[in-house]
């Protein structure tokens, strides 16, 4: 108890300085709290922090304990990346917290490495430490590719300071010719896996590329792991080989580029990644072949990396694959609006039904039909006039943050200024409704870009032109004292009440659905499970059988008919 605590005592001034050699900082990281991972993390957040303020001399022991405490913690950055992963969807508050831990780590290593390096750099006519010059640089670079993944978990890009800022590191390296030795952290392990600054430097390039806006921080994660591998048989050249791949300007403000056959310069640096393109096709046809002979759980696992892979391949080909979109799509500029989740979407479609009625006396609540419907009515948009424009639409629309970029039969591309679309989450179910289109469309974002803290971009597949809001509601077993009737129907029947949408059919115009469907909370489905669903002309007893879709908070769901009362007016 007394070592697990001892961080807490008065200590000596030596050892209030842990980071003098490695032989300190190994007896300090054994007195931090073993159990409690992010709070070993800011421990060490803070000291860093404290050396870097003070100033301290920076000698080749200092430099020493850093790189010790570096790979100490290797494992525990590895463990909060996975519990980052596990809990991004379902528990988005403690992943925010956990993303946050990794971010100050890479950034405290970054600027302690930084530090390092400025000194060893001006006194690089010493030759031991000249010596410790390559791994500096490889493990500042390192660092620079943790944020790259951490971003890019969130669908972030860099600006353009931080990409001048890895561009000069990576310039500076190549003039003191330290950018091809391979280097690992001595306190690893000889299994350690040594790592050149270019190479670190090529994995920040093609972690970037995996911003595609469609990866979840699970396929993210094994992408970038797959990258790191087949990213080692790539090199940075001044004359290029073909005339396909991509090129870097080391001058530049922005990631690498696809060649266009115009690119000229002494700063450009060419990138060919046939090889990288190969291992990925390998890998493949590997699991094209596992399809048909492996079963169970390991076939679902197959089928998802197979999905990444795919995904990911046409921002890795060195040659510009051609354009996979099956409907064509249209650039508009359109104003929106936009209603995110299960809940807001019910609230607003409620209220607007509510609104209707009280209009119209006549009004009626739209039934569920008991038999398919032969077809649907699409969408109607309004009579365009010649003069129409985004600022024409904007001045008649009461929220005009969200606009319409692209669209075609089954999607959308909206953005968003000024933050209001920074929840806006992978899988997040939306309702858009355009000011030239009547009605609203239910999709679900199937692509995500964050483009700054100010701008989002997301790709929204529709999956349904028309939805109600309905009560739904778990049956229980009529009850002989406690029930009650209401408008004919025996009230004890019914359950705790959760909110829902209906999609009468055909839903999903791409791939129409004949079949009745619900979306519900996901804590609220189960397959087989009867609910009651009331209308305002009738109660209906259904039953959720297979699903179409399902995210952590929301599901999509078949629905089957048991039974129909008309309520008693």
Known sequence: MKAMFGFLTPQSKESTDPLQNAKTAAVWLRQLPALDVIGRQQHVIRAL???????????????????????????????????????????????????????????????????????????????????ALPLLFVRLVHFHGTDAKMRVFKYERWIPAKWIELHQTYLRACEMQCDRQAMALPAAGSAAQPWSVEQEYLYVLLVHQLNTGNLSPTEIDWASSQLRAWSRRLSL??????????????????????????????????????????????????????????????????????????????????????????????????????????????????AKASDEASGDPNASTEQIEVYPVAGAPRVKRKTQVDDDSLAASLSSW?????????????????????????????GALVAVRQSDVD??????????????????????NIIAERMVAVTLAAKRRASEYMGYVVNGFDMSTMGERFEGLYLPPPSRPDKPLAMKTVIVPSSEYQEGRNVLLTTAHSVYTVSMRHLVEQRPDWSWATIQIIEKKVREE
């Open 237 to 350: 050249e001044q004359i290029p080989k073909s005339m396909d791949g991509f090129f870097v300007d080391l001058a530049g403000r922005e990631s690498m580029v696809r060649r266009t056959g115009n690119d000229r310069g002494s700063m450009l640096r060419y990138l060919d990644t046939s090889p990288l393109s190969e291992g990925m096709q390998r890998a493949i046809n590997a699991l094209r072949d596992a399809e048909m002979t492996d079963q169970g759980p390991v076939a679902v696992i197959n089928q998802q990396r197979l999905g990444v892979l795919r995904k990911i391949q046409p921002m890795m080909s060195p040659a510009l694959l051609p354009e996979l979109r099956r409907d064509p799509r249209v650039a508009v500029a359109i104003s929106a609006r936009v209603r995110i989740g299960l809940s807001r979407i019910c609230q607003d479609l409620t």
């Open 439 to 460: 009605g609203w469309l239910l999709g679900v974002v199937r692509r995500l870009n964050k483009l700054s803290n100010e701008e989002v971009e997301a790709g929204v």
């Open 49 to 131: 922090d404290a050396m870097r303020k003070a100033q301290c001399d920076m000698d080749l022991s200092r430099v020493g304990a850093i790189e010790f405490v570096d790979a100490a913690l290797g494992s525990d950055r590895r463990q909060l990346i996975k519990q980052y992963i596990e809990n991004a969807e379902a528990s988005p508050k403690l992943a925010e917290r956990i993303w946050q831990a990794l971010w100050e780590m890479s950034q405290a290593f970054m600027l302690a490495y930084q530090s390092a390096l400025e000194d060893a750099v001006t006194q690089a006519d010493n030759a031991r430490w000249r010596a």
């Open 398 to 426: 009461s929220d005009p943050m969200w606009e319409v970029k692209d669209r075609s039969v089954a999607g959308l591309r909206i953005a968003a200024t000024g933050g209001i679309g920074q929840s806006l989450t992978l």
